[in-house]
């Protein structure tokens, strides 16, 4: 299985802040990665799809970058509303695996 | 918008069954693959099972050979049968919509609708 690595494991930021979030795997993967957000007790919410495609009704600070085996997710002016937890998914094969997430928080 | 909703959780010993049901009102249900994804208590997520559009299914290596993934499309349903649980199954259960689409010669997969969840409890 291809393991997914995000760094670093938990954060602290304040609101506008630029915030990087890394996601390393264990074998390339081409572009095929997404992340998620999840808030306490909530279903995680898709952002961003294919390392860098945007969902739709996701906000524009959200991107993402990268291909092959390292991709960052950048938050470009921290909103109160993004401190969460945020994961990486890898759907190049099965089993899809999930980074261990990174938790976001408040400074 | 597409909304799901799981159901079936509770409170099963060791070694005990339950199975899940995630139902959809959408009537494209069909032309979706579906998803499984649990969470521990103050654990990460993980992927646990996916029944495509095209009939194939797929397990994570921890529930392979006692998980069984479902779907009813004329239902709009999809079922987890679990079996031979044991206390590491604990966790709420996600269903997860997935999305394919094709971008000039790229093909992408997502989850974009998730249910509330439901959870499962292992204990004696």
């Known amino acids: 299985a291809i393991q997914m690595t995000q760094s670093p494991s938990s954060l602290s930021a304040s609101v506008g802040d630029r915030v990087t979030i890394t996601c390393r795997a264990s074998q390339g993967i081409r572009n095929d990665l997404g992340w998620y957000q999840q808030k306490p007790g909530k279903a995680p919410k898709l952002l961003i799809y294919?390392?860098?495609s945007l969902h739709s009704g996701v906000p524009s600070r959200f991107s993402g970058s990268g291909s092959g085996t390292d991709f960052t997710l950048t938050i470009s002016s921290l909103q109160p509303e993004d401190f969460a937890t945020y994961y990486c998914l890898q759907d190049y094969n099965y089993p899809l695996t999930f980074g261990q997430g990174t938790k976001l928080e408040i400074k | 918008d597409v909304q799901l909703l799981e159901s079936g959780g509770g409170l099963v010993q060791p070694g005990g069954s339950l199975r899940l049901s995630c139902a959809t009102s959408?009537?494209?249900?069909?032309?979706?693959?579906m998803n499984w994804v649990r969470q521990a208590p103050g654990k990460g997520l993980e992927w646990v099972s996916t029944f495509s559009d095209t009939g194939n299914t797929y397990y994570g290596d921890s529930v392979k050979g006692r998980f069984t993934i479902s779907r009813d499309n004329s239902k709009g349903t999809l079922y987890l049968q679990m079996n031979s649980l044991r206390a590491e199954d604990t966790a709420v259960y996600y269903c997860?919509?997935?999305?394919?689409?094709?971008?000039?010669?790229?093909?992408?997969?997502?989850?974009?609708?998730w249910g509330k969840g439901t959870t499962v409890t292992v204990s004696s």
């Open positions: 997860a919509k997935g999305t394919g689409i094709a971008k000039g010669s790229d093909y992408y997969y997502y989850m974009d609708v």
């Open positions: 294919g390392a860098s």
């Open positions: 959408e009537f494209t249900f069909r032309r979706y693959a």
